[in-house]
């Protein structure tokens, strides 16, 4: 069975709600919505305080090319544009929406009635995208039109489909692959059509036969569409992993990108949004979020809209428990601990994780032995205890030598460390400064031309 | 013993001859340097801070060396003395500055600014940045994992374990700016140092609206403007809901200092200013428990008597409660005294 070739780890699974139907969350009182949901520039508020919108109505335009559209998650009036702290307390420009009923705005197919075919152009289908406002809702919230849209000189020779779900607990793409199996095909066959390819794989780990079985048989009906079953390993639903264990081709270090070699990846979930997006006409105003930890009364899986305060998500799995440590935005491996759990859902935002106090808690960190378990689960090669090391001194031209850029996070060096070093707190912090620096040269570079 | 006779003489030869080869190689790739550089080298302080720009004072004497001009280029560490005395020897026009030093601008202690969540990562200030707000609902203030103390390279800095903030040694900084730049929510300003260690500064930097900073903490600049009103110098500007004191307009009048709600604005090494409307019977209660706090603070530590004549109000009894509780701080012998003291004086007089 195929995997990606170099690093990764092993965490326990954990998938407490992988058995548990997609509900829908009642409606929230008021939204939060940011205006940053995306890589990229922040989006321009297209309301003021005072305004009445409609569910799915535009109300910020992307700020440029790298930026996408987000629209109204209720009905009802705005109440403030302003700065609001986010999960991890920092301030950011957010609009305010007050509910009053849900009504939708005009366009909108809401039936569950399967379209299949899709007549529009590749022009035309990635402008709805577009207009729909998707980004990568695996987490990394790259806008889904400006990954559709091939650079000129470069060619997509296969599309991909990210049903991996390695992060330990999250369920959300599982059960969309369960339950939304045909709408999903019927997105790759239009992502398809975007980018101009033939052959598209789905790629699933081993540890839900049951979505692989489904869309193997959804997928034998259409042409060029192939599940890809995948030995679970973490890593894998990583961009570049996924690549790797599908193709067998390795992404070149930054500033390459996946269609330097002819990959465009897409998380299922994205795959189901693009497929109402086009089909429907719907914008990206809701999503399935997996709510989930082992001392909660009742982990679900959500149709939450954009907005609603992950207090209410925790709420409807029978509230925080008493020995909570830790909420998690994401998953335990790549998720972000949040300190206001006031602060909306996202497009990004695939689970929360509620920890014990037992498990959240990090252990004392000794000494590092040089024992190397760090470079050899790091599935980008990097060398992480030299990577921090050098972040500890301030090393940035090493770090950049060292190709700090490459590392993508995921946290499978601490995990392992058996001296409970912190080894992906400097490294991050590494690469954030080295990426700055970068970033500064090529300003300071750009005028002279 | 001949064998060892020809030993000896082949390495007497070879010696010889690397010493002749040595010799001329050394003359032929001698790298010329102006001996000034060594002497200036010699009279700057040998810190290698890094607070001139250069990497250390070598770098620094070279370019003071080799740059006609040299006013752009200064020595926080030897200070005006010392670039004095270099230009002078160099026979260039020295850089003047004031001195500077460095000045926490933080006033949200364990007390003041309450713990919201735990912080359970790697214990850096950077890190933490990086990774969210911190562990108070204050998304500007010192996060208190110590950055400037590590960067400090002349102990001038120090964690004070009871307010969870940093504070500044002025007799001890050199203003290099070390922990100016190691501070990633830029908590740390160079400002122009009076006489005494004198100063008065909004000891805040949140941008939030008034209402989130006192939600966050009872210490922070609330924006309300009232300060900006009553400086005569026009030292004062509110933007972005936050005071800021210009050094360089400010006379020490201290007249905003009363007038503060939060008491964001710093006094030190001054007694404040009385108050004037609010209470007439006071100004004469005032002097007395200002002797008592002096009197009884002495006793107890040097450090308490400055704590307590920082806070030590001259007029109203309110005011006195905030001294009484300030001092506990400082000492609890202090805090005694303060507390004692500072009931009596009113019905005295009254």
């Keep these: ?47 003021a305080k005072g305004d ?160 692989i079985a489904h869309l193997s048989k959804i997928a034998a009906q259409y042409k060029g569409i192939e599940v890809v079953p995948l030995k679970v390993r973490y890593p894998q639903g990583g961009e570049k992993q996924l690549i790797a264990a599908v193709t067998g081709r390795q992404v070149p270090p930054p500033p390459a990108l996946p269609i330097d070699i002819g990959a465009v990846v897409c998380n299922a979930s994205t795959t189901f949004a693009v497929y109402q997006a086009v089909q429907k006409r719907m914008p990206l ?165 | ?38 002497e200036v080298e010699k009279m700057l302080p040998g810190a290698n801070c890094g607070g001139c720009g250069f990497a250390g004072c070598r770098g ?20 005006g003395d010392c670039m004095k005395a270099i230009a002078a020897y160099l026979g260039k026009a020295a850089a003047e500055k004031q001195p500077e030093v460095a000045t926490v601008r933080c006033g949200g202690t364990c007390e003041k600014r309450p713990r919201t969540n735990e912080y359970n990562g790697t214990k850096s200030c950077a890190v933490a940045a990086s990774l969210y707000v911190g562990e108070t609902g204050c998304a500007f203030g010192c996060l208190g994992f110590g950055d400037c103390v590590a960067a400090c390279a002349f102990d001038a800095i120090r964690m004070n374990p009871e307010t969870g903030l940093p504070e500044v040694d002025p007799d001890k900084c050199t203003a290099c700016g070390a922990c100016v730049k190691a501070c990633p929510k830029m908590v740390i300003e160079l400002r122009k140092k009076w006489p005494k260690n004198r100063a008065v500064y909004v000891s805040c930097v949140s941008k939030d609206k008034g209402a989130v900073v006192m939600k966050a903490c009872k210490a922070g600049c609330i924006g309300c403007g009232k300060c900006e009103k009553v400086c005569a110098f026009g030292a004062i500007t509110v933007e972005n809901n936050l005071a800021y004191i210009d050094p360089q307009k400010c006379k020490l009048c201290r007249k905003c200092v009363n007038e503060c709600p939060t008491g964001a604005i710093k006094l030190v090494g001054m007694d404040p200013l009385p108050k004037e409307p609010k209470a007439p019977a006071a100004p004469k209660a005032a002097p007395a428990a200002e002797k008592a706090v002096a009197k009884e603070a002495p006793k107890a530590a040097p450090a308490a008597e400055k704590a307590a004549a920082k806070e030590a109000p001259k007029a109203a009894p309110a005011a006195e409660k905030a001294a009484a509780k300030e001092a506990p701080k400082a000492a609890p012998a202090a805090e005694k005294a303060a507390a004692k003291e500072a009931p009596k004086e009113p019905s005295h007089e009254s």
């Design chain 1, 52 to 211: 009445k919108v409609l569910t799915g109505q535009l109300i910020a335009e992307a700020g440029s090319f790298m930026s996408a559209n987000i629209h109204s998650p209720i009905s009802g009036t705005v109440t403030a544009v302003d700065m609001v702290p986010n999960g991890q307390g920092l301030r950011q420009m957010m609009i305010t929406i007050k509910r009053e009923g849900d009504e939708w705005a005009e366009g909108i197919d809401r039936s569950d009635k399967l379209v299949r075919e899709c007549s529009l152009s590749a022009q035309e289908i990635i402008a709805r995208i577009k207009e729909a406002g998707i980004v990568g809702m695996g987490g990394a919230t790259f806008p889904t039109h400006v990954k559709l849209s091939i650079p000129a000189g470069k060619k997509a020779e296969c599309l991909i489909i990210n049903g991996v779900e390695c992060e330990p607990y999250l369920t959300s793409d599982h059960r969309m692959m369960l339950e939304h199996g045909e709408e999903m095909v019927v997105g790759v066959t239009i992502l398809m059509k975007a980018v101009g390819v033939g052959k598209a794989y789905i790629g699933i780990e081993n540890n839900k036969p049951d979505a």
């Design chain 1, 285 to 449: 105003i809701q999503r399935v979020v997996t709510i989930t930890g082992k001392n909660l009364r009742e982990p679900r899986n959500l149709l939450t809209r954009m907005g609603t305060p992950v207090s209410a998500l925790i709420a409807a799995a029978g509230g925080l428990p008493e020995n909570a440590g830790k909420v998690i935005n994401g998953g335990p491996m790549m998720g972000r601990a949040m300190v206001n759990l006031d602060s909306p859902v996202t497009k990004g935002c695939s689970g929360i994780t509620v920890l014990s106090e037992r498990d959240a808690r990090r252990r004392e960190a000794s000494q590092c032995i040089k024992c190397a378990k760090c470079v050899s689960a790091c599935p980008m090669g990097l060398e992480p205890y030299f990577l921090s090391k050098m972040t500890q001194k301030k090393n940035w031209d090493e770090l950049e030598a060292r190709m700090i850029t490459s590392c993508i996070e995921c946290g499978c060096c601490q995990s392992t460390c058996p001296a409970y070093l912190p080894l992906l707190d400097w490294v991050r912090l590494g690469k954030q400064t080295v990426m700055g620096r970068i970033r500064a040269r090529a300003a300071a570079a750009a005028p002279k031309k």
């Design chain 2, 1 to 38: 013993m001949e064998v060892l006779l020809y030993t000896i003489l082949t390495l007497c030869v070879l010696g010889v001859l690397a010493a002749v080869i040595l010799y001329f190689v050394a003359q032929k790739f001698r790298v010329e340097e102006d001996p000034r550089i060594d």
């Design chain 1, 1 to 47: 069975m195929k995997t990606f070739p170099i690093g990764g780890v092993h965490p326990s699974a954990n998938k407490l709600s992988c058995a548990k139907p997609i509900e829908v969350l009642p409606l929230p009182e008021a939204v939060n919505i940011p205006l940053a949901q995306h890589i990229g520039a922040p989006a321009v508020a297209k309301v």
């Design chain 2, 60 to 79: 620094m004497a070279d370019a003071l060396v080799k740059r006609d001009d040299i006013s752009d280029l200064f020595c926080p560490v030897g200070g």
